[in-house]
């Protein structure tokens, strides 16, 4: 199985701060055929299913707001908020679909400082 | 808009077998493939498997002896048993479909809170 690890666990950021997760995948998550990375991220507020931001790395689901982004390629990666609001706290997964089992990282629970 | 509904008991006795269907609306179920996902309480989120519209399935290794997925496509539903069930089973189980290309999980029920307790 792949491991995928966040860090931080949790993270304190003030409003309109910018907030950066970071996910490691225990094997490159990067397809060489196609050169795309199989992993998604995800925000899960309390009681509501996750709900997809970014896949393939770093492309926008639709309706998501353009503070988030993500980067990175093979085994880091990272989801950015450039302008943190209210609404974005949260606990924030990442989640590989390279190879199955899909496996996801701990989580990163993002609060207003 | 595809929506997915989790149904069955919320309280299953150990030992017992846990069966939970997922209705899907707002499209058909024959394509893409059907996914069942679950979440302790305070904790991440474990991928249990899916299945193909087809039949196929994929299971989680670490659950595959006890975990069976199936389709009813005439209902539009998919199901999910799991066998000999303890307390480290509870948890929220979702259902999901993944967006067309991709495994990531755009499309999740409300999830279906699963205590094991005698």
């Known amino acids: 199985d792949i491991v995928m690890t966040q860090s931080p666990d949790s993270l304190d950021v003030s409003l309109g701060e910018r907030a950066t997760i970071n996910c490691k995948s225990s094997?490159?998550?990067?397809?060489?055929?196609?050169?795309?990375?199989?992993l998604a991220w995800y925000q899960q507020k309390p009681g509501q299913p996750p709900k997809l931001l970014m896949y393939?790395?770093?492309t926008r689901e639709s309706g998501v707001p353009e503070r988030f982004s993500g980067s990175g390629s093979g085994t880091d990666f990272t989801l950015t908020i450039s302008s943190l609001q209210a609404e974005d706290v949260a606990v924030y997964y990442c989640q590989q679909y390279y190879s199955t089992p899909h496996t996801f990282g701990q989580g990163t629970k993002l609060e207003i400082k | 808009q595809v929506q997915l509904q989790e149904s069955g008991p919320g309280l299953v006795k150990p030992s017992e077998t846990l069966s939970l269907t997922c209705t899907v609306s707002g499209g058909s179920i024959s394509t893409y493939y059907w996914s069942w996902i679950r979440q302790p309480p305070g904790k991440g989120l474990e991928w249990i498997g899916y299945i193909y519209y087809s039949g196929s399935t994929n299971y989680n290794p670490s659950l595959k002896s006890r975990v069976t997925i199936s389709v009813d496509t005439s209902k539009n539903q998919f199901s999910l048993n799991v066998t000999s069930m303890t307390a480290a089973d509870t948890a929220v189980y979702y259902c999901a479909r993944a967006q067309s290309g991709t495994s990531s999980y755009l499309y999740w029920g409300q999830g279906a809170l699963v205590t094991v307790s005698s």
């Open positions: 094997q490159s998550v990067l397809y060489s055929s196609n050169n795309k990375n199989y």
């Open positions: 393939w790395a770093s």
